[in-house]
């Protein structure tokens, strides 16, 4: 069974930085595209970022653009979100998620959402 | 910029009704669509993708269907094990995902 355990999180005044990291199980970790997606508390998913599975291609959200990195150690099975610059409205749970993918052809994939998730690290930041 | 809007944000019904709730987006997307389940404090779950495939495991009673910019989820028969928010979201392959703001679905 896939499984994905993020740690990291913590409270931390405005303007500081966290590292989140996400170790993951149970599937060939090099061949997948992952993401971070947070949930603000009460409220709803907002995609954050997402690298690929060789880490050449990285993606991120307008409102993190510039403040957060995404990386990965394929070495290690871990995929990481630097978190810097942080303010008020960062404070969430942020999850990491496994993409899903099917084979259309040889070494040709089409992409579905995310397949798998872990139960996140909750980010917290205030004065 | 793309943005997904479900309706309604919150519904009642009880077991063995049928619920369908609704997705559009701004733009045409295709089938690039999916549904997830989120029960309190537990991670997402994936339902369904490319707007009507079933994900492995999930029960039947879950459906999607829709193409371009309307989309809808409809639970057959409703469980007390239901009980949950469901998004719909948006894909671009993996290069961007968007949400749409939940259904809150009380049993």
């Known amino acids: 069974e896939v499984r994905l355990l993020e740690s990291g999180g913590g409270s931390v005044q405005p303007g500081g930085s966290l590292r989140l990291s996400c170790a993951a199980s149970a599937f060939n970790f090099n061949q997948y595209a992952m993401s971070w997606v947070r949930q603000p508390p009460g409220k709803g998913l907002e995609w954050v970022s997402t690298?690929?599975?060789?880490?050449?291609?990285?993606y991120y959200a307008d409102s993190v653009k510039g403040r957060f990195t995404i990386s990965r150690d394929n070495s290690k099975n871990t995929l990481f979100l630097q978190l810097n610059s942080l303010r008020a409205d960062d404070t969430a749970i942020y999850f990491c998620a496994k993409t899903k993918r099917q084979l259309l052809r040889p070494d040709y994939y089409n992409y579905h959402g995310l397949d798998a998730w872990g139960q996140g690290t909750t980010v917290a930041v205030s004065s | 910029d793309i943005q997904m809007i479900q309706f309604p944000s919150t519904l009642s019904a009880s077991v063995g009704d049928r619920v369908t709730i609704t997705c559009w987006a701004t733009?045409?997307?295709?089938?690039?669509l999916a549904w997830y389940q989120q029960k309190a404090r537990k991670a997402p779950k994936l339902l369904i993708y490319?707007?009507?495939n079933l994900e492995s495991g999930v029960p039947a009673r879950f459906s999607g269907s829709g193409s371009g910019t309307e989309f809808t989820l409809t639970i057959s028969s409703l469980q007390p094990d239901d009980s949950a928010t469901y998004y719909c979201?948006?894909?671009?392959?993996?290069?961007?995902?968007?949400f749409g703001q939940g259904t809150k679905l009380e049993i």
């Open positions: 490319k707007a009507s």
């Open positions: 733009q045409s997307i295709g089938t690039r």
């Open positions: 690298i690929s599975a060789s880490a050449t291609d990285t």
């Open positions: 979201q948006y894909y671009n392959n993996y290069s961007m995902y968007i």
